[in-house]
């Protein structure tokens, strides 16, 4: 079985023009490539499209962070899912050591404005830390899920899941942790982070996310489980995408964002690499549909 292949001309977004680019979420929206992500040297959250999912379009910043709440002097790592014809996003707000999440809206997926000042996910339990953050929400039949890694505000620890009906008050699972480390395997073996689930047929709910080997070495991996809550079982082809010694992604590869391309019969996967403090957005692919 095949595993994914490395773009040759990486990175697709980011460099000394735009700086510092992560954290990506790629959905299809009218026919385009939507990128959202976290744009550093900008303090913001942005948004890019593209014909093809290589090249794309100059961002446009979504939502800028607001220090007069106490919990946003800094924001990153969002996801935005459209519902109907709105536009809802779920972003990372930074403050005093703690993260937190917040929640935003938009009619043309460009502007986004908060409906309330306050967060809609803090930390509340022992295992979460200091900080909850890189929401993942899906909508399924009336009911938001959400996937959420929380514990350190450096590095996150774990993966919890929580539900709502109106994407703003959320019942947090009561077995979370649904998602830790397993430490036999070395590229998890400190922690595991930031995640994508998506429901499919033939697999049930497939989630790509991040292992790290040490708290500064990550590399992506994938997992799947038919409810997307319990008996995970992870991908023998894991890691599936591992830093390239002297190149851009030369120390972690985060934060994956994945599709399926049915016309290509590929999948099409997006990440953040690291080399020393600069960070981009690659993009690799795996022709085939067979991931576990």
Same mark, same amino acid.
């Given at each position: 079985m095949d595993n994914f292949t490395k773009h040759e001309n990486n990175p697709v977004l980011g460099g000394p023009n735009l700086g510092t680019c992560f954290d990506v979420l790629v959905t299809k929206d009218e026919g385009l490539y939507r990128m959202d992500f976290s744009w550093r040297p900008k303090k913001a959250l942005a948004v890019c499209f593209s014909e093809d999912g290589i090249h794309w379009s100059d961002p446009q910043i979504t939502l800028e962070k607001d220090e007069t709440t106490g919990w946003e002097d800094n924001i990153n790592r969002n996801c935005v899912l459209k519902v109907g014809n709105i536009y809802k996003m779920w972003y990372t707000g930074q403050a005093r050591g703690h993260s937190y999440i917040g929640y935003a809206e938009s009619r043309d997926g @460009?502007?986004?404005?908060?409906?309330?000042?306050?967060? #809609?996910?803090?930390? *509340?339990? &022992?295992? *979460?830390?200091?900080? #909850? !953050?890189?929401?993942? #929400?899906?909508? *399924?039949?009336?009911?938001?899920?959400?996937?959420?890694? +929380?514990? *350190?505000?450096?590095?996150?620890?774990?993966?919890?899941? +929580?539900?709502?009906?109106?994407?703003?008050?959320?019942?947090?699972?009561?077995?979370? &942790?649904?998602?830790?480390?397993?430490?036999?395997?070395?590229? %998890?073996?400190?922690r595991i982070g930031g995640c994508q689930v998506i429901k499919t %047929?033939? !697999?049930?709910?497939? !989630?790509?996310? @991040?292992?790290? %080997?040490? #708290?500064?070495?990550?590399?992506?991996?994938?997992?799947?489980?038919?409810?997307?809550?319990?008996?995970?079982?992870?991908?023998?082809?894991?890691?599936?995408?591992?830093?390239?010694?002297?190149?851009?992604?030369?120390?972690?590869?985060?934060?994956?964002?994945?599709?399926?391309?049915?016309?290509?019969?590929?999948? !099409?996967?997006?990440?953040?690499?690291?080399? %020393?403090?600069?960070?981009?957005?690659?993009? +690799?692919?795996?022709?085939?549909?067979?991931?576990?």
């Open positions: @460009i502007h986004f404005t908060r409906p309330l000042k306050e967060p #809609v996910m803090i930390s *509340e339990y &022992p295992w *979460e830390g200091f900080s #909850v !953050m890189n929401p993942c #929400v899906l909508y *399924e039949n009336g009911t938001y899920r959400m996937w959420y890694a +929380a514990g *350190e505000t450096y590095e996150p620890n774990a993966l919890g899941y +929580a539900e709502s009906s109106d994407g703003i008050r959320w019942t947090k699972s009561r077995i979370n &942790p649904i998602f830790t480390a397993d430490k036999k395997n070395k590229y %998890e073996q400190d %047929e033939d !697999m049930g709910y497939v !989630m790509f996310y @991040i292992g790290y %080997e040490t #708290v500064h070495k990550a590399q992506i991996c994938m997992a799947r489980s038919d409810n997307g809550i319990t008996q995970w079982k992870k991908s023998p082809l894991n890691p599936i995408i591992v830093p390239t010694e002297g190149s851009w992604d030369a120390d972690a590869c985060y934060k994956p964002s994945f599709l399926w391309n049915e016309k290509e019969d590929t999948w !099409m996967l997006w990440y953040n690499g690291r080399k %020393e403090s600069n960070e981009y957005v690659g993009y +690799a692919y795996k022709i085939g549909r067979d991931l576990f």
